[in-house]
DNA sequence: TTTTGTTGATTGATCAGTCAATCAAAAATA
DNA sequence: TATTTTTGATTGACTGATCAATCAACAAAA
């Protein structure tokens, strides 16, 4: 399908320039293609960058519904999340050009921020469903909540290189949070029983 | 002075726009001058942009100092830091974009990754300072990185109107990790004395 | 024959950057 | 002080390059 190779040509390029500022010949030419066949595919560049978001974050979620089957346990299905928002993949040079490129372009483009914010609510929701299982519902969400801010933010930080620890050390850190808070909450719990 | 002028221009100009793509042309017109003279005081559009990104984290460091200097006790400077990472200025639209796209353009630009590096070095060294002071270095480096990480992810979840709490919700839960983890620091500290 | 895929050539618009010319104010000179 | 000279600020007009989008024509499949 021409489409499919446009859109990774599409992705191929802005991993490559490290932002969306890409010309309609440059994802042509990637695709082996003439530019004049890109538009007639999409109508417009602004389509064919949407439909790659639209793609990129379809790809992540069938990694996270994937690593989510394999896990059996509710604790488990909440690392499994965490691991997938950092899997090797995610740290390809093309996909964190692309992450921040649509961070950037969601001040604009109100079809590209919704697709962002159907991605940060479904990590939220990942989270929070598995938590359910382990706290009451009031702290789940607290910490669903900050979980996800912290996976963001380590992502983040690591695709900036800026962050001076491993990406395994990050994956540490956030499993310590969740694991920190859950136990905080049993001791309170077994401490209201004791009076 | 010229140059002030045309940054400030600058930063409303990519605020208006959501993005760095802007021309001389809007800059120069948003500041009252021709084209020519931003040529003329900056060389170039990237030296123009490059400016205004360190003016912009010029800003924020100012506000962080002085919140710093008002506060007394450690404790106190680590709630000044996160106070000021969630001030009302910071969630000004001309702010929410031009932080967005400095970290897409981080891609690209070399001198742009430096100053977002130091931003985070910085964030990071203010928590970690001021944490040492409350428990022990290795802790605090985990706890200042993991804070980090969530004040940056909570920002940008604010940002993208993602995240189901207000900023308020969001200061809360960033203390609510630093109160935690050093909680739970503290009563392990007390069982190894007791032993 | 009709439909679908594909291209080369072209257009119209946008933009960064240049340059020569103008102007005002400061500095040097008489 | 009065004058010339120099310097820096400022602009309008222009250029060369880039690019999204269009379209008529051609090829291949149905």
Redo the contacts with the bound molecule.
């Keep these: 399908m ?1 489409r499919k190779a446009l859109v990774d040509a599409a992705m191929r390029v802005i991993g490559d320039h490290g932002s969306l ?6 994802i ?1 030419k990637q695709a ?6 890109a ?3 999409f ?4 389509q064919l960058l949407i439909e790659t978001v639209r793609t990129h974050l379809q790809r992540l979620r069938d990694n996270t519904v994937t690593a989510l089957r394999a896990a059996k346990t509710p604790r488990g299905k909440l690392s499994a999340v965490i691991r997938v928002s950092f899997q090797a993949d995610q740290f390809a040079p093309e996909t964190i050009a692309a992450w921040l490129a649509f961070y950037a372009e969601a001040q604009r483009s109100e079809e590209t921020r919704r697709f962002l914010v159907i991605y940060a609510r479904r990590l939220r929701s990942n989270l929070l469903a598995n938590l359910k299982a382990l706290c009451p519902r009031e702290d789940a969400e607290r910490i669903a909540e900050g979980a996800a801010a912290m996976i963001d933010g380590l992502y983040i930080r690591q695709s900036l290189r800026s962050a001076p620890i491993s990406i395994e050390a990050s994956i540490a850190l956030t499993e310590d949070y969740i694991n920190t808070l859950l136990a905080l909450l049993s001791r309170k719990a077994a401490f209201q029983k004791d009076i």
Excluded: C, F, W
Excluded at 21 to 26: A, G, I, P
Excluded at 43 to 46: P, V, W
């Design positions: 021409r500022t890409v010309t309609m010949s440059e042509a082996g293609v003439s530019p004049a066949l538009h007639h595919y109508g417009s560049k602004e």
